[in-house]
């Protein structure tokens, strides 16, 4: 397991190891021996580190000095278990599966949820989230735990066919659990035949609350038989409260009795009004009951802070964690339609961003691609972030989505502590530090209505808290105060003044474009006609014409029926084929089930490999593109194994020609591939190279595999040597401002757009309506400037002839009517050269 390969699985984390009876400094020692051995630091074990200091800590219990610091700062605390758990699976092991926590009784429990109704499944997977376990929707090769009524569900089905060994469990288990604080067998609890029913039998309706504990009183293990005769645990947070579940969570009558059974042996009751309740529990910022508990100054949590209070029997306010408190029904204005990333938070805290990014409403994706419109970054240095400059995705640090949930306003993207990085911190340390202001709320959520229907709930009873004074009237809180319902109907001063409404709607809710974006929307605005495919025999006719020189790309659809021996057939069928195929082996479809909560690094490229890429791999040194490359042709498992031999070495294999630094291939080819990445100038190496790699294991000098291919250079009437650096001056500018049309009958228009658009150039399609501005030669202020369409001879296409030529000329430009090798040729040479030996117009 020590290979080279995870020589860096530690890379830029720090440790701090809690020495003491469970684990012992010997272990301690070895486990920084590990951990040095794989680029990771320590902390002296003979000093106490600071919580600052540290990327992870090790301990086999919750109980040192610096946990409580670890909480605030999500500094994730990890067993011993979890660094050989990482070093097996050559990437760091998910965190939350091994905290030592006691209260995060779930830890390790990866749910996905059956036929369980809606309102129950939400409380059972709060419940496990809040307590250190996770959950999938889909089945997955980490579910631990279906939790299903019954074993007719899809899902039980799946697992049982593909034999995966994960348990399926009731629901009532977790209840179980929940109530005692802690983890008990899942034995009585198993489906098909769960002891808990067979041995009452007339007890078999599942939904039938409490017959689960004292039927199976005889049957479980011993912790429960203590606690049903004991109180559940001794909770004393709830005592002397009064708490209202909301109806609108849709807790079943057994969840809900959990729920209540624990409240009430704490010494606190459950109320169904609003008006005599202390602290009141629902999903949604709206309703009638919210607006007047807000007003009235009672604490409103939602269904994740009753669990916190369950969990760590603890008072803490719901405004302190942004994710304790109800959700916006609608999301905070200006968040719909974003698709938000994260990069470099990991665990605990990542999980908390995804959860905000959807409270706000916006959308969040695992991996990175050009539609993101956000990427959260820890730190200015990852795949993601190198990405997002290249695609102009904005780039923000998490501060930018908790000040925007915090203040229900989307926050400006200029404010530069948004896009503060320091440089050796990583800003995980300063997460989930920031709190609602209930003010904000107030004037978001229940503003003072100066003349309060009459239908609306009674007028307030308490004024406005502030965590400041809720200490002194909290102990006081129960029974007298109910009382002047009707009688204290004094008005309440905010104990702060709200700011002056925004006026400015921030960015407002159209989300910032992407230049990839308006890149394809001004390419689509002339192209709103959709290109039809046809008319092989043109083309064919236009290629003949020229000479010899087929396009590889162009070529391929007639190869594929004519097995003839034209040159370039067969390889640009390979080649094309390979492309297509590697293209689907690698589609988004493939991307699998083994999706994790945690460490996610990679772009789109390595994240939609079933073998996903570890992380902490340094930034790869190479993007290598590779086209033409037989070697991994109807060998998928080849290929991912290579990839990551190579991501090992420093390769990264990407897929996008314009993110290439180097380019593959066995020859000169005019692939799309090949053609796009040449307008970046990237360097050129032999097909061989990749096998180079792959055979040694190591990082072969590049200058040994330039790509010599004279022959071809002869074909083409180029040198690769002198296009690179036409290239690199290029800087993808060669069709700068160059107009470039096709006819609806070009097949894979595509294809030509993408190199048009390499080059710097506009794509659009023609089908005979004016796209260019009339304008005279003396009203224009330079040179009558060229402007192309690729055609091929259709008798519709050259009706289209005079048309563009018309429009060229009213608009003072030169029309040139070109067959598509026009452009490979172009793309070739790296030269916006002229010949009219292209023009199809010359008769
Ligand atoms: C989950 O399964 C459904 C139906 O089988 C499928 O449509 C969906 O794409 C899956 N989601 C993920 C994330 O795999
Ligand atoms: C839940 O309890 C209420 C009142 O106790 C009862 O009316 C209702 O039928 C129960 N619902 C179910 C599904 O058992
Ligand atoms: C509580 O609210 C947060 C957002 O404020 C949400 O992410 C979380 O899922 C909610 N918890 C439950 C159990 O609904
Ligand atoms: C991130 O780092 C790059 C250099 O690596 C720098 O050009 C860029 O301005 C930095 N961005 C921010 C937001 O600090
Ligand atoms: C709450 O009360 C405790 C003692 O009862 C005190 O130590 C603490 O500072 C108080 N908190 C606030 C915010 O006033």
Same mark, same amino acid.
């Given at each position: 397991?020590?290979?080279?390969?995870?020589?860096?699985?530690?890379?830029?984390?720090?440790?701090?190891?809690?020495?003491?009876?469970e684990l012992p400094r010997s272990q301690a020692l070895e486990l920084t021996e590990v951990i040095e051995s794989h680029s990771g630091e320590v902390a002296d074990l003979d000093e106490t580190f600071l919580v600052e200091e540290v990327t992870h800590i090790i301990s086999a219990t919750s109980d040192f000095q610096q946990y409580a610091d670890s909480r605030q700062h999500m500094i994730p605390v990890v067993v011993p278990a979890w660094v050989t758990q990482s070093l097996l699976k050559g990437k760091e092991a998910p965190m939350r599966s091994y905290t030592p926590d006691p209260n995060n009784i779930f830890a390790g429990v990866t749910i996905s949820c059956?036929?369980?109704?809606?309102?129950?499944?939400?409380?059972?997977?709060?419940?496990?989230?809040?307590?250190?376990?996770?959950?999938?929707?889909?089945?997955?090769?980490?579910?631990?735990?279906?939790?299903?009524?019954?074993?007719?569900?899809?899902?039980?089905?799946?697992?049982?066919?593909?034999?995966?060994?994960?348990?399926?469990?009731?629901?009532?288990?977790?209840?179980?659990?929940?109530?005692?604080?802690?983890?008990?067998?899942?034995?009585?609890?198993?489906?098909? *035949?769960?002891?808990?029913? &067979? +041995?009452?039998?007339?007890? =078999? #309706?599942?939904?039938?609350?409490?017959? /689960? @504990?004292?039927?199976?009183?005889?049957?479980?293990?011993?912790?429960?038989?203590?606690?049903?005769?004991?109180?559940?645990?001794?909770?004393?947070?709830?005592?002397?409260?009064?708490?209202?579940?909301?109806?609108?969570? *849709?807790?079943?009558?057994? &969840? +809900?009795?959990?729920?209540? =059974? #624990?409240?009430?042996?704490?010494?606190? /009751? @459950?109320?169904?009004?609003?008006?005599?309740?202390?602290?009141?529990?629902?999903?949604?910022?709206?309703?009638?009951?919210?607006?007047?508990?807000?007003?009235?100054?009672?604490?409103?949590?939602?269904?994740?802070?009753?669990?916190?209070?369950?969990?760590?029997?603890?008072?803490?306010?719901? #405004?302190?964690?942004?994710?304790?408190?109800? @959700?916006?029904k609608e999301g905070i204005p200006g968040f719909k339609g974003l698709r938000i990333t994260l990069s470099n938070y990991g665990g605990e805290a990542r999980t908390y961003l995804e959860n905000l990014v959807t409270a706000c409403g916006a959308e969040f994706t695992k991996s990175m691609k050009q539609d993101n419109t956000h990427l959260i970054t820890a730190r200015n240095g990852s795949e993601k972030c190198d990405a997002a400059k290249e695609w102009g995705i904005e780039m923000v640090n998490h501060l930018w989505i908790e000040e925007s949930y915090a203040q229900c306003t989307i926050q400006k993207l200029t404010e530069p502590k948004y896009a503060h990085?320091?440089?050796?911190?990583?800003?995980?340390?300063?997460?989930?530090?920031?709190?609602?202001?209930?003010?904000?709320?107030?004037?978001?959520?229940?503003?003072?209505?100066?003349?309060?229907?009459?239908?609306?709930?009674?007028?307030?009873?308490?004024?406005?808290?502030?965590?400041?004074?809720?200490?002194?009237?909290?102990?006081?809180?129960?029974?007298?105060?109910?009382?002047?319902?009707?009688?204290?109907?004094?008005?309440?001063?905010?104990?702060?003044?709200?700011?002056?409404?925004?006026?400015?709607?921030?960015?407002?809710?159209?989300?910032?474009?992407?230049?990839?974006?308006?890149?394809?929307?001004?390419?689509?605005?002339?192209?709103?006609?959709?290109?039809?495919?046809?008319?092989?025999?043109?083309?064919?006719?236009?290629?003949?014409?020229?000479?010899?020189?087929?396009?590889?790309?162009?070529?391929?659809?007639?190869?594929?029926?004519?097995?003839?021996?034209?040159?370039?057939?067969?390889?640009?069928?390979?080649?094309?084929?390979?492309?297509?195929?590697?293209?689907?082996?690698?589609?988004?479809?493939?991307?699998?089930?083994?999706?994790?909560?945690?460490?996610?690094?990679?772009?789109?490229?390595?994240?939609?490999?079933?073998?996903?890429?570890?992380?902490?791999?340094?930034?790869?040194?190479?993007?290598?593109?590779?086209?033409?490359?037989?070697?991994?042709?109807?060998?998928?498992?080849?290929?991912?194994?290579?990839?990551?031999?190579?991501?090992?070495?420093?390769?990264?294999?990407?897929?996008?020609?314009?993110?290439?630094?180097?380019?593959?291939?066995?020859?000169?080819?005019?692939?799309?591939?090949?053609?796009?990445?040449?307008?970046?100038?990237?360097?050129?190496?032999?097909?061989?190279?990749?096998?180079?790699?792959?055979?040694?294991?190591?990082?072969?000098?590049?200058?040994?595999?330039?790509?010599?291919?004279?022959?071809?250079?002869?074909?083409?009437?180029?040198?690769?040597?002198?296009?690179?650096?036409?290239?690199?001056?290029?800087?993808?500018?060669?069709?700068?401002?160059?107009?470039?049309?096709?006819?609806?009958?070009?097949?894979?228009?595509?294809?030509?757009?993408?190199?048009?658009?390499?080059?710097?150039?506009?794509?659009?399609?023609?089908?005979?309506?004016?796209?260019?501005?009339?304008?005279?030669?003396?009203?224009?202020?330079?040179?009558?400037?060229?402007?192309?369409?690729?055609?091929?001879?259709?008798?519709?296409?050259?009706?289209?002839?005079?048309?563009?030529?018309?429009?060229?000329?009213?608009?003072?430009?030169?029309?040139?009517?070109?067959?598509?090798?026009?452009?490979?040729?172009?793309?070739?040479?790296?030269?916006?050269?002229?010949?009219?030996?292209?023009?199809?117009?010359?008769?």
């Amino acid at each position: 397991m020590a290979d080279g390969a995870s020589d860096k699985l530690f890379e830029n984390c720090r440790f701090g190891i809690v020495v003491n009876r469970e684990l012992p400094r010997s272990q301690a020692l070895e486990l920084t021996e590990v951990i040095e051995s794989h680029s990771g630091e320590v902390a002296d074990l003979d000093e106490t580190f600071l919580v600052e200091e540290v990327t992870h800590i090790i301990s086999a219990t919750s109980d040192f000095q610096q946990y409580a610091d670890s909480r605030q700062h999500m500094i994730p605390v990890v067993v011993p278990a979890w660094v050989t758990q990482s070093l097996l699976k050559g990437k760091e092991a998910p965190m939350r599966s091994y905290t030592p926590d006691p209260n995060n009784i779930f830890a390790g429990v990866t749910i996905s949820c059956a036929d369980i109704p809606t309102g129950d499944k939400d409380a059972i997977i709060g419940a496990v989230l809040a307590m250190g376990g996770m959950e999938t929707n889909n089945l997955t090769k980490a579910t631990t735990h279906i939790c299903a009524l019954t074993v007719d569900h899809p899902k039980c089905q799946s697992a049982r066919e593909k034999n995966l060994k994960c348990m399926v469990v009731l629901p009532h288990w977790f209840d179980d659990c929940l109530k005692l604080g802690k983890r008990i067998d899942e034995k009585p609890y198993l489906l098909p *035949d769960p002891e808990i029913f &067979t +041995l009452r039998p007339e007890a =078999d #309706l599942p939904m039938q609350s409490s017959a /689960s @504990i004292h039927g199976a009183t005889t049957s479980l293990p011993e912790s429960l038989t203590l606690s049903t005769t004991s109180p559940v645990r001794p909770l004393t947070v709830f005592k002397d409260k009064k708490v209202m579940i909301a109806g609108e969570l *849709d807790l079943s009558n057994r &969840t +809900l009795k959990v729920i209540e =059974d #624990l409240i009430v042996k704490g010494g606190g /009751s @459950i109320t169904t009004s609003v008006h005599s309740a202390d602290i009141y529990v629902c999903h949604w910022r709206e309703g009638r009951e919210y607006v007047f508990a807000s007003r009235a100054g009672i604490d409103v949590g939602n269904l994740s802070w009753l669990y916190y209070l369950i969990a760590n029997n603890e008072w803490t306010s719901p #405004l302190k964690r942004l994710l304790h408190y109800p @959700i916006p029904k609608e999301g905070i204005p200006g968040f719909k339609g974003l698709r938000i990333t994260l990069s470099n938070y990991g665990g605990e805290a990542r999980t908390y961003l995804e959860n905000l990014v959807t409270a706000c409403g916006a959308e969040f994706t695992k991996s990175m691609k050009q539609d993101n419109t956000h990427l959260i970054t820890a730190r200015n240095g990852s795949e993601k972030c190198d990405a997002a400059k290249e695609w102009g995705i904005e780039m923000v640090n998490h501060l930018w989505i908790e000040e925007s949930y915090a203040q229900c306003t989307i926050q400006k993207l200029t404010e530069p502590k948004y896009a503060h990085f320091p440089p050796r911190t990583n800003l995980g340390e300063i997460i989930g530090r920031t709190q609602f202001e209930s003010y904000i709320l107030e004037e978001k959520y229940y503003p003072r209505d100066p003349t309060p229907s009459p239908g609306d709930p009674k007028p307030l009873r308490r004024p406005i808290m502030h965590e400041k004074d809720r200490n002194a009237s909290s102990k006081k809180s129960n029974g007298d105060v109910m009382g002047g319902q009707s009688a204290d109907v004094s008005p309440v001063k905010p104990t702060r003044k709200a700011p002056a409404p925004r006026k400015t709607k921030s960015l407002g809710s159209v989300p910032p474009q992407t230049p990839a974006a308006k890149r394809r929307a001004s390419a689509g605005k002339e192209n709103d006609t959709p290109i039809s495919t046809g008319s092989r025999s043109a083309k064919n006719k236009a290629m003949s014409r020229l000479n010899e020189i087929a396009p590889d790309i162009a070529l391929y659809e007639k190869e594929k029926k004519r097995k003839g021996s034209v040159w370039g057939g067969e390889r640009a069928a390979n080649n094309y084929e390979k492309q297509k195929s590697a293209e689907r082996s690698s589609s988004p479809v493939q991307k699998n089930a083994e999706e994790e909560f945690s460490e996610d690094e990679e772009v789109e490229e390595e994240t939609r490999n079933p073998k996903r890429q570890r992380t902490g791999l340094p930034p790869p040194t190479i993007r290598l593109l590779i086209t033409g490359y037989k070697e991994w042709i109807g060998n998928i498992a080849k290929e991912e194994h290579d990839k990551k031999k190579m991501r090992e070495l420093g390769i990264l294999v990407v897929t996008d020609p314009l993110k290439c630094t180097h380019l593959a291939a066995p020859h000169i080819v005019r692939t799309q591939k090949f053609l796009c990445a040449l307008a970046t100038g990237p360097t050129i190496v032999n097909s061989n190279y990749i096998d180079q790699c792959t055979k040694t294991h190591k990082l072969p000098k590049v200058e040994n595999f330039l790509l010599k291919d004279v022959e071809s250079e002869k074909r083409f009437g180029v040198k690769l040597k002198d296009v690179i650096a036409r290239a690199k001056t290029n800087e993808r500018n060669l069709l700068f401002r160059v107009p470039i049309y096709c006819t609806p009958k070009i097949d894979n228009p595509g294809i030509y757009q993408s190199i048009v658009e390499a080059n710097g150039g506009t794509f659009a399609s023609y089908r005979g309506r004016p796209m260019i501005k009339k304008i005279s030669a003396e009203e224009d202020d330079g040179p009558a400037e060229p402007v192309y369409l690729l055609t091929g001879e259709h008798p519709e296409e050259r009706k289209l002839w005079p048309k563009f030529e018309e429009m060229a000329r009213d608009g003072n430009m030169i029309p040139r009517i070109v067959p598509v090798e026009w452009l490979l040729d172009v793309a070739m040479a790296q030269q916006h050269k002229w010949s009219d030996k292209f023009l199809v117009t010359r008769k």
